[in-house]
């Protein structure tokens, strides 16, 4: 059974720029679920997805930053005009179900010049 | 609002120690009650888990028991090897629509031989 597959693993942009990070969920799971990894701390929540449904956004940015997860293909998260302040890890997971353990991929290292 | 602390790291063992890792949380409700562990360059993997009061979760000599009393859940194992070093998380989630994950910032565990 493959895992969480997440791309690209390492994404460069420069500032203003877009981001499009990437994230197909294991076998079976309708749902998906962001954080966000600052240098140096805590993995943070972004957003909960169910298939074309966002469930949870309490964690998004109020600006730039958008998910979806379309009823076919991959979740995909969205940061539009990137600034320094963005550069971190994000992490995707899934889950069978709200009640099943989340299931998270490798993350996408983003990095802004 | 609900939170987890853990304690700083990094924690340096030699090999074959004896391993404990704090944990305390703060919640509202009645939460499930996670370790995540993160090899590096790598997501997380879910080490263990409780869903209720004095629950224990184990897996691969780690355990932990969910102390409603003292909001606890410690990490511990009896005898560590150079292949546990990596980066530990303590999370809380309540599942349902609120299935988000609070993480603590994370403990950092080098074993040396």
């Known amino acids: 059974n493959a895992g969480v597959m997440q791309n690209p693993r390492h994404l460069v942009r420069r500032r203003g720029q877009e981001a499009r990070l990437r994230c197909s969920p294991m076998?079976?799971?309708?749902?998906v679920y962001w954080y966000r990894q600052l240098p140096e701390e805590g993995l943070k929540f972004m957003v909960y997805?169910?298939?074309?449904?966002?469930?949870?956004e309490s964690g998004m940015p109020k600006e730039r930053f958008s998910a979806e997860f379309p009823k076919e293909g991959p979740s995909i998260l969205r940061i539009q005009q990137v600034v320094r302040g963005d550069s971190a890890a994000y992490f995707c997971a899934s889950s069978y179900d709200s009640n099943q353990p989340q299931h998270f991929g490798d993350g996408t290292r983003l990095s802004i010049l | 609002g609900d939170s987890v602390t853990q304690m700083e790291g990094p924690v340096t063992l030699s090999e074959e120690a004896f391993l404990t890792i704090n944990c305390t949380y703060t919640?509202?409700?009645?939460?499930?009650l996670f370790w995540y562990v993160q090899y590096p360059g790598e997501g997380l993997q879910l080490l263990l888990k409780?869903?209720?009061?004095?629950d224990k979760g184990s897996n691969k000599g780690f355990e932990a028991t969910y102390r409603k009393e003292t909001t606890s859940f410690h990490l511990e194992k009896g005898s560590v090897q150079v292949s546990d070093s990596a980066v530990y998380f303590c999370a809380l989630n309540y599942g349902g629509a609120t299935n988000k994950l609070i993480f603590g910032t994370g403990t950092l565990l080098a074993v040396q031989p």
């Open positions: 919640a509202t409700g009645y939460p499930s």
């Open positions: 076998k079976g799971h309708s749902h």
């Open positions: 409780a869903t209720k009061a004095d």
């Open positions: 997805l169910q298939k074309e449904n966002i469930i949870d």
